[in-house]
């Protein structure tokens, strides 16, 4: 049996986050074009308006997650929204609950600052993604935040309470 994980903020310019998002970077680039990959860097990951978090065993990072704050738009009517970015479980680790309770985290983030919509986009051949999004009571929606509607992405809401 193995030990639960651990939720928690970290800076996103950790090494092992480094680590882990390069290795999400390479699989994104295995799927799609780079004009198609809609890649938050370390560097945006830094900002005020995002909330980065890890899920942890002992001191060894195996997930990642992260919201972005956004302004309303007409896509949402003009209610602010959180973007949910840069998901990731390390693939030995996948299938024990892990990107769920990173979700659960990341939404209670947002309720924190007082956003009550979270919207994201993911990738058409991403299947696994998907069905965890919809797990977590995500639905599809038109595209947002001036992604194109390339065929490429889907596009998913949930509204928090």
Same mark, same amino acid.
């Given at each position: 049996m193995t030990a639960a994980a651990l939720i928690r903020r970290e800076r996103p310019d950790h090494p092992q986050v480094v680590a882990l998002l390069a290795e999400l970077d390479r699989y994104l680039e295995s799927l799609y074009p780079p004009e198609a990959n809609y890649i938050l860097d370390v560097q945006a990951l830094l900002a005020p308006? %995002?909330? /980065?978090? %890890?899920?942890?065993?002992? *001191?060894?990072?195996?997930?990642?997650?992260?919201?972005?704050?956004?302004?309303?738009?007409? *896509?949402?009517r003009g209610q602010p929204y959180g973007e949910v970015k840069?998901?990731?479980?390390?693939?030995?680790?996948?299938?024990?609950?892990?990107? *769920?309770?990173?979700?659960?985290?990341?939404?209670?983030?947002?309720?924190?600052?007082?956003?009550?919509?979270?919207?994201?986009?993911?990738?058409?051949?991403?299947?696994?993604?998907?069905?965890?999004?919809?797990?977590?009571?995500? %639905? *599809?929606?038109?595209? /947002?935040g001036g992604y194109p509607d390339n065929g490429l992405s889907i596009f998913y809401e949930k509204r928090l309470a």
């Amino acid at each position: 049996m193995t030990a639960a994980a651990l939720i928690r903020r970290e800076r996103p310019d950790h090494p092992q986050v480094v680590a882990l998002l390069a290795e999400l970077d390479r699989y994104l680039e295995s799927l799609y074009p780079p004009e198609a990959n809609y890649i938050l860097d370390v560097q945006a990951l830094l900002a005020p308006e %995002v909330d /980065f978090l %890890v899920a942890a065993r002992g *001191e060894q990072i195996i997930g990642c997650g992260a919201v972005r704050c956004m302004p309303g738009e007409p *896509e949402t009517r003009g209610q602010p929204y959180g973007e949910v970015k840069r998901m990731m479980t390390t693939p030995t680790e996948r299938g024990q609950g892990i990107a *769920e309770h990173l979700m659960a985290a990341l939404e209670d983030a947002l309720r924190a600052r007082g956003i009550s919509l979270a919207l994201l986009e993911t990738g058409r051949d991403q299947h696994a993604a998907m069905r965890l999004y919809e797990r977590c009571g995500y %639905v *599809e929606r038109p595209a /947002f935040g001036g992604y194109p509607d390339n065929g490429l992405s889907i596009f998913y809401e949930k509204r928090l309470a």
